[in-house]
């Protein structure tokens, strides 16, 4: 279950590179942050993702989309995902996740999660069946708010990285239309970061890597990210963009119904393959 969730995180990395909206980048490289500040601007990522996982609270289904806009010299490989999520009591019950190249639209993943709590990648399963990677199998899992809360995932995430801080700023504005917006924006040491940058030579010449997240204080959203990387003679690379949007709705569009029903009977079919002592 554990392997399940963590793979779909690792994709869902990919995804998430953002601009504020603002123009302007800022240079944090102004030397080492104290503790206290990472540890402040923390105690507030943590107040917008509570935030966030409270406006996703209520019955009902959620649509949630990222559209990822690659700079021209980005050295990661960058997706997109389109999902819808049936929400009960804080809980995932069905859910259906598309995650496609961002460059040729096609489908790398399509996750499905039925009535009974299990979910698999069908996508995987076509072409490899039963010598599928394990991720894949159809199996239990526990999915919930958090596990679909996009700024909860941004904190986890820098969480992990929190060692190799080097600075992190964090500025409250407001958009063209007045809605309150907090921007947050980190710099990473890759010098010290070896479980990325020293395991990837495309990134070997660069120093650091700047994320700056913005997010809709009203509902804890997270609306767009930014990506961009300091190298090793000053310059700094073009900037990844992933705008990000979640719709609630009362009932799916009729085309998502039908994807959903079809995805179900794919999914009994692995289900019984997966199952049969004979396989």
Not at 39 to 53: C, L, Y
Not at 100 to 111: A, G, M, P, S, Y
Not at 131 to 158: C, G, M, W
Request: hydrophobic share 35%; with cysteine.
């Amino acid at each position: 279950m554990e392997r399940i969730k963590s793979t779909l995180l690792l994709l869902m990395i990919t995804l998430f590179v953002l601009l504020s909206g603002c123009n302007k980048q800022p240079n944090l490289s102004k030397g080492q942050v104290k503790k206290q500040e990472i540890d402040a601007a923390m105690k507030t990522w943590e107040e917008i993702a509570r935030s966030n996982e409270k406006y996703l609270e209520g019955d009902g289904w959620l649509e949630l989309s990222t559209v990822a806009s690659p700079a021209p010299d980005a050295r990661k490989f960058y997706t997109n995902l389109q999902a819808w999520y049936l929400l009960e009591g804080r809980n995932v019950i069905n859910g259906l996740t598309s995650i496609t190249d961002t460059e040729t639209r096609k489908e790398l993943q399509r996750f499905v999660i039925n009535t009974e709590g299990i979910r698999a990648d069908l996508i995987e399963l076509r072409y490899s069946g039963l010598d599928a990677t394990e991720y894949a199998h159809p199996a239990q899992v526990d999915f919930n708010l958090k596990d679909i809360s996009l700024t909860r995932q941004d904190l986890n995430l820098v969480t992990d990285r929190k060692s190799i801080i080097r600075n992190i700023e964090i500025e409250e504005t407001v958009d063209q239309f007045s809605i309150p917006i907090l921007i947050i924006t980190v710099e990473f040491d890759m010098i010290n970061d070896a479980g990325r940058a020293n395991a990837t030579s495309q990134l070997s010449d660069y120093i650091g890597e700047v994320q700056r997240y913005s997010y809709d204080q009203n509902t804890g959203s997270c609306i767009e990210r930014e990506e961009y990387y300091l190298t090793k003679g000053g310059h700094q690379t073009g900037s990844s963009i992933i705008r990000f949007t979640s719709i609630k709705h009362e009932e799916l569009p009729t085309w998502v119904t039908e994807e959903l029903e079809n995805a179900f009977e794919e999914l009994d079919f692995y289900i019984q393959l997966f199952s049969d002592p004979k396989k």
